[in-house]
C-alpha cells in the first residue's frame, strides 16, 4: 500500500486523473510478479516506459536499483521527467532503443510495448535486445495474446480508448514462443492477472548457455 501511496503523490501533481490513471494500471496489471522477478540490485532499462508508472514502481523498495525508462514519447517523457524530484536512482530519457549502448546493463523490461510496433520491427527489436543480453541478464515481456478471444477483445477496446491513433499488431502466445525459440533464448511464461479480464502473459527471457 504504501508503494501506491507514493505514487499517487508523485503524479498528484500533474492531475487527479494522470494519478488514478497510474495507480489503476499498477493494481489490475501484475507489476507486482515482474517486481518479484528482478534482482534488487543492478541497472535496469523499461523500454517503451511511458509516464514511468512501472519505472517508479519498480524503484521504491529497492534504492540500489537504477531504473532508466526510455520511450520515443516527448510528451510521456515530459510526465515521467517531473516524478523524479531528487532521487539518484531513477532518470528518464527521449531515446529509441536500437540507438543506445547498453555496456552497464543488466535488465530489461518491455511491458505492453511490441503490440504496439509493426511486427518486422517486433523482430529486429527483439533479435538487437537478445544480442545485448549478459550471461546473467533478464529481459521481462509483459504481451496479449490475440487467441485468448474475449479478453483480448476486452483489452483491445481499452486500448483503443487510451490510444485511439495506434493500430494494434498483436501475436499468440505460441507466435512468441517461436520467436524466443529461433533466437535461442532460454524462458519461462507466466500468467498475467487473475482477477481481470486479461489476456496478458509474462516471459522472463535469458541467455540459453
Known sequence: MHKLIFLFRLYRPQGLIKAFNIIL?????????IDKTLPDTGTIIDIGCGAGGLSNYLSISFPKRCLLGVDISKKRIEIAKKTVGERKNIKFKLENI???NFKETNHYLMV?????????QQEKLMLFLSKNLQRNSLLIIKEVDKTNTMPFLFGSLWEKVL??????????KKEWVKILNSLDLKYEILS??????????????????
Open 112 to 120: 505492453d510495448v511490441l503490440h504496439h510496433i509493426p511486427f518486422l
Open 25 to 33: 494500471r499498477i493494481l489490475i496489471l501484475p507489476f507486482w510478479k
Open 163 to 172: 490510444y485511439p491513433q495506434e493500430q494494434i499488431y498483436a501475436r499468440s
Open 192 to 209: 498475467g492477472s487473475f482477477f481481470f479480464p486479461d489476456s496478458t502473459f509474462i516471459i522472463i527471457c535469458s541467455k540459453n548457455i
Open 98 to 100: 536500437m540507438g543506445m
